[in-house]
């Protein structure tokens, strides 16, 4: 089994692939777990009304990118039965009288809004509203997307992805605490280099620097621009811990409006595993129960999406080895 970056499930992620292949179908969006769950208010929610949903969140937007979502995800009469993205990608283009790369380029700024629409809830016919307060001297969280790899009993390593609103004026960095020791290894393709300071008696903060296009030197990041701090974090030295690991979890430093926290087992997988939402360090459960016990799937991977999550108390798993 391989686990690396491209395992991170985040919702930017799925609705790229969404847009690809026979676009938004009822087989396809099966496979976009948090894309489906952030349409769905029940189980029993058909694909129709998901759909339904869905459209009306791409016509919350702009009328030019309405428009070319509707072509890209083959929801649109024109592209409803063309089976490939850049034969939509040809017909959009054909419409405005503009070339596939133009196409394309507002394609991509079309879905960061929708991303945002979505995670938000701010459309008609939303399963869920979330109240964003306008803030002032701080950053919103959009979206954060967490898998812990553990491979026979030891921690492996860990990959992070924060997509956050910048709402505290020109900013140089963003700092992510931890509590225990590793080395932070920064997206190679991101726009943030990384300082390390320990933090006497309460472990770590990793303060993100954002650099520039060519990433040669710092530049501020812009008042209510959206980032993306994308890392890995592996054990210092040789990566052994004395002990197995029987906790992934995480307590955010400030509102998400989108957590998803996986933890993916290589070689053996623990004889149960549960999670649990909103606990302090002193009330996580200790066992599995009918109630929070969860399955691994076929890869696995144990998943937990949560909505509007505020920080201070943790949200994840915990497992037990056989014995």
Do not use: C
């Not at 969404?18 to 029993?44: H, M, N």
């Not at 898998?147 to 992070?160: C, D, Q, S, Y």
């Not at 590793?182 to 280099?193: A, D, L, N, R, W």
């Not at 472990?203 to 994308?230: C, I, K």
Request: charged letters at 25%; hydrophobic letters at 40%; glycine letters at 8%.
């Amino acid at each position: 089994m391989r686990l690396d970056e491209d395992d991170v499930a985040t919702l930017h992620k799925q609705l790229v692939w969404l847009t690809k292949r026979e676009g938004f179908t009822q087989s396809r969006l099966a496979l976009a777990g948090i894309v489906d769950e952030l349409l769905r208010r029940s189980l029993e929610d058909s694909f129709e009304r998901l759909q339904h949903r869905f459209i009306s969140a791409i016509y919350s937007l702009a009328d030019d990118q309405s428009e070319v979502l509707l072509d890209s995800f083959a929801l649109s009469p024109e592209t409803r039965n063309v089976p490939e993205l850049m034969q939509r990608r040809l017909i959009h283009g054909d419409k405005i009288q503009r070339k596939g790369d133009t196409v394309r380029t507002r394609e991509a700024a079309a879905l960061k809004q929708l991303h945002s629409r979505l995670v938000a809830g701010r459309y008609a016919q939303a399963p869920i509203v979330v109240d964003v307060p306008e803030m002032h001297g701080g950053i919103i969280y959009e979206e954060v997307s967490i898998l812990i790899v553990v491979e026979n009993r030891r921690w492996k390593e860990t990959f992070e992805h924060h997509r956050f609103a910048n709402m505290a004026g020109e900013l140089d960095f963003v700092t992510i605490g931890r509590s225990y020791p590793g080395v932070v290894q920064p997206s190679k393709t991101g726009e943030f280099k990384v300082n390390t300071r320990r933090v006497e008696g309460a472990g770590w903060n990793d303060h993100f620097w954002h650099l520039n296009a060519s990433r040669t030197e710092l530049v501020p990041m812009q008042d209510r621009e959206r980032y993306d701090v994308m890392f890995r974090l592996v054990p210092p030295g040789q990566g052994e811990e004395p002990d197995p690991i029987t906790l992934g979890s995480r307590a955010l430093h400030a509102r998400s409006l989108l957590l998803t926290i996986s933890v993916g087992f290589r070689g053996e997988r623990p004889a149960s595993i549960w999670k649990f939402v909103g606990a302090s360090p002193y009330a996580r459960p200790h066992a599995a129960n009918e109630y929070n016990e969860v399955q691994l799937d076929e890869h696995g991977i144990a998943r937990l999406t949560l909505r509007d999550v505020h920080g201070g108390l943790f949200n994840g798993f915990a497992w037990r080895w056989a014995l």
